[in-house]
DNA sequence: TAGGCCATCTGGTCCT
DNA sequence: AGGACCAGATGGCCTA
């Protein structure tokens, strides 16, 4: 299931939640948080009189049979002890919070390098895992292969496991008809045997911003803005409007990185204090000299050629892309 | 209402 | 001793 809506305060559960957030920066917001945390304090302390008693019970529950020892709140310890344990357990709650902030800062950080990201359809955490993962295998066996890959397969491995939603949402993503790479029973991708190019745009006549079939809305029937992605170049004669960007009106999330080679490998090159802070992609992308009417255009499209123009740089290591294979990936 | 997802608290374990 | 990391427990929110 997609979880809520991010970057929207009123929707956030928790206000402090916000994106990059950082304690140490924000002394005011720390102090709100301290604030939060003594008062749940307080009320942990209320509740312990009755967990008192639980613990007494507790406390011939060894795991002298094996099963794992109990957790939950201790006996009390008397007088100054216990208030160093307080405190030490407040602060360790305290680290924690953080850390987890962390995590979940980077996670966010990672769904935004995925081909599918939307600011207001996210991706749960163990689909964002996922979908990286299959995202790092099909660029590696497209690289491996080191020729023009199958863009169905392509599909088919980047949704391998993925959840029918998240799927669709892919689908959607690079404007696929979802039907032709559905997942069966066994977490595997199937295809329905009709060609890549029908996949590719199976309705004619379809409005190119919606995922085909859709009509306006995603497959599960929700009509959230979400990033499209599509193959122009190799592809492009079948797109009636090659460029997704200029009919996109509705997307109002932070923009993917550009499904493409040059994408990925332009991520190291970033710089950490800019990322995730809403600057554009296509700005990054597509920013080197000479690129100023693929910049201008839309960050989709690489040049007239249907090459890429860019060198690839791969572990310090830099040789030119293969047109074949940029020729079906570029943006 | 059930199930999924999430944030948080918590105690245990490992490492410095 | 203290911090980082981990995993279990819990409760809230949301959606089908």
Not at 1 to 29: C, I, K, V, W
Not at 59 to 66: A, K, L, V
Request: proline share 8%.
């Amino acid at each position: 299931m997609l979880t809520l809506p991010f970057e929207e305060p009123h929707m956030t559960r928790e206000p402090r939640f916000g994106a990059n957030y950082s304690r140490e920066s924000l002394p005011d917001s720390l102090e709100k948080e301290r604030e939060h945390d003594r008062s749940n304090s307080d009320m942990r302390e209320a509740e312990e009189d009755i967990s008192d008693r639980e613990d007494d019970e507790r406390e011939g529950d060894g795991d002298d049979n094996g099963l794992p020892k109990k957790r939950g709140p201790r006996k009390k310890r008397a007088g100054k002890e216990f208030d160093r344990t307080k405190v030490r357990r407040h602060e360790a709650n305290t680290r924690e919070r953080s850390r987890m902030h962390g995590l979940n800062d980077a996670l966010e950080s990672l769904r935004k390098v995925v081909p599918c990201y939307s600011k207001t359809q996210k991706l749960s955490k163990i689909e964002t895992l996922r979908l990286a993962k299959n995202y790092i295998w099909a660029l590696s066996e497209t690289l491996s292969a080191g020729k023009r890959p199958d863009l169905l397969a392509f599909v088919q491995t980047l949704c391998k496991g993925l959840s029918q939603p998240t799927t669709n949402l892919v689908a959607g993503c690079l404007q696929l008809n979802a039907r032709n790479f559905l997942t069966d029973h066994n977490g595997e991708v199937m295809f329905s045997g009709r060609s890549p190019y029908d996949a590719m745009y199976p309705y004619p006549g379809s409005d190119m911003n919606t995922p085909p079939g859709h009509s306006g809305s995603n497959v599960d029937g929700s009509a959230k803005p979400f990033r499209h992605y599509s193959y122009s170049g190799a592809y492009e004669p079948y797109y009636e409007n090659p460029s997704p960007e200029g009919g996109s009106p509705h997307f109002d999330g932070q923009l993917s990185p550009p499904m493409n080679f040059n994408g990925i490998f332009s991520l190291k090159h970033d710089d950490p204090p800019e990322y995730g802070k809403g600057s554009h992609y296509g700005m990054r992308y597509c920013s080197a000299p000479g690129r100023t009417a693929l910049a201008h255009n839309s960050m989709y499209r690489v040049s007239p050629e249907g090459r890429f123009p860019y060198d690839l740089h791969v572990r310090g290591q830099s040789f030119q892309a293969q047109g074949e294979v940029n020729g079906s990936f570029h943006n």
